[in-house]
């Protein structure tokens, strides 16, 4: 990759900033991201959209929200006081609760101080002869700082779908990623679900037994396994907490930042009978363990892929009584594990309670929201809530709603038109002193790992620049192009990236988004790690500074 290049001198006077930085969003990147640079004793603000911070466990209050990355590895590790006061009460805890850890780490470290609520970025523009960022609000606000980070998450930007009347709907109507904060009454109520993926699968098995009549509206049935959640008594309490050190090493060395990694094995490398019981163990044990700790050629391989979705097609018809239901909810167009797997809590059996029904909108599509429910080719079905369960413009779409220009007015959404670009997944050619927390190219896995080695970076790379009496730092384009190139060789062969999901970029509700690209880094969390590590450590000379 390319060396420093030169860049145009600094302004003889320095500007007047508002802030040295500005950071976008206070989910739980933007809380660490503030964290750190506080203790670099930089000028701070954050802006966020809500009335709370949170983030993702602000926004998704939907019935049955909840974790599937163990609890005790997905809270922050960055300080050893917050680990020993604070107890989880389940191994995979609900939203309610993950939100009180979030305020509680907020009143800790008096994060509110330097956080401004009900802001919403709409601009942001480099300005070159100050070398800082101009950040507009809604309301016509601007600020300017010299560094901006964007924390802005990659499934943050929800989407409805593109039907036809959703707005003359009367009754209620919520997506599960703008739920109301006060209690939804389900009680008797005609309740329709469109989606199935990860949110709706934890909305449909919540809500089934409440409501009076339940229609799930399915598109593309999802591969789910069970989560097996319980309670975490005081004797395991104490077995994580002595544990932290240990179980966040684990979490560095393995692929996906997660406690399980892939077997070393190939699925066929064992007898058969060797190969069932190892499933049966994996359907067993709780969390992604037969997701990231199967065999290591079942995301690669299309024989090794089939073992394992028969498997777990076997699982479904064991669970759902009726078969022509259970044949309906076993995917066709995709191996298990190629899209994002979902985890559940007996969400099949939902499906043998006489309220509940499934629509295959394969077989008959809908074609209208009417002001009392859905019409579909062969039905009109009068509902008292409909809940979309519709995911969201991933990895980019939270990029796409604020206008950023960089160099020379030129807009990101534009140079990312088909598909992103980045350094290492925390920068962009053209727009300095722009850092991204879990952008595009960013190793995700288990987010908040990954969320901290990202913030610990970037936070190093400010601080760097302010030693070295730096105003201006910037990818290079031949390293932009370099990096691309490498994350979109790692694609290569991963049964996921020929598949249609938010993990390839495709989103049918939202337009320009039905062609795949790799939005995502695909390689294991260390090796991800090492490059940026390597980067660091030859003091940043691949990137232009001045």
Known sequence: MAGPRETQAPPDAAPVLDYEA??????????????????????????????????????????????????????????????????????FAGQPETLRYLNH??????????????????????????????????DDSRF???????????????????????????????????????????TGKRVAVIGTGATGVQTIQTIAKSVGRLSVFQRTPNWCAPLHNGKIDAETQKKIKSGYP?????????FACFLHTPDPRG???????????????????????????????ILIDRKANATISDFVARKIRQRVKDPEIAEKLIPRNHGFGTRRLPLETFYY?????????????????????????????TAEY????????TGFDAITGSFNKIDFRGVDGVKLKEKWKHGPQTYLGVMVDGFPNMMMLMGPHTALGNIPRSIEYNVDWVTGLIGYARESSLTRVEATAMG??????????????????????????????????QTRIVARYSGSAPAYRAKCDEVAANRYRELALG
């Open 267 to 297: 699925a066929f490398e064992v007898s058969d009978e060797e190969r069932e019981a190892f499933y049966e163990k994996l359907y067993a044990e709780r969390g992604f363990g037969i997701w990231q700790g199967n065999f290591r050629d």
């Open 22 to 91: 500005i950071v976008i969003g206070a989910g739980m990147s933007g809380m660490y991201q503030l964290h750190r640079l506080r203790e670099l004793g930089m000028r701070v603000r954050v802006f966020e959209a809500g009335t709370g911070i949170g983030g993702t466990w602000y926004w998704n209050r939907y019935p049955g929200a909840r974790f599937d990355s163990e609890s005790y590895s997905y809270g922050y590790s960055f300080s050893k006081e917050l680990l020993e006061e604070w107890n989880w009460s389940e191994h």
């Open 105 to 138: 780490v907020a009143d800790k470290f008096d994060l509110r101080r330097d956080i401004q609520f009900r802001s919403r970025v709409a601009a942001a523009t480099y300005q070159e002869d100050t070398r800082s960022w101009t950040v507009t609000l809604q």
């Open 246 to 254: 240990e179980m966040f090493r684990r979490c560095q060395e393995t």
């Open 480 to 513: 932009v192009t370099a990096w691309t190139d490498h994350v979109k060789a790692l694609g290569v062969g991963l049964l996921s990236n020929e598949v249609d999901s938010w993990m390839t970029g495709i989103n049918s509700n939202v337009e320009g988004k």
């Open 382 to 389: 009068e509902f008292d809530i409909i809940i979309y369960a």
């Open 144 to 186: 300017r700082a010299r560094f901006l980070i964007t924390a802005i998450g990659p499934l943050s930007a929800p989407t409805l779908p593109r039907i036809e009347g959703v707005d003359t709907f009367q009754g209620q109507s919520f997506h599960t990623a703008r739920w109301p904060h006060e209690p939804v009454d389900f």
């Open 349 to 377: 059996e939902a499906y043998n309670q006489d309220n509940v029904e499934l629509v295959d909108i394969t077989e008959t599509p809908i074609q209208r929201i009417t002001p009392k429910g859905i019409k579909t080719s």
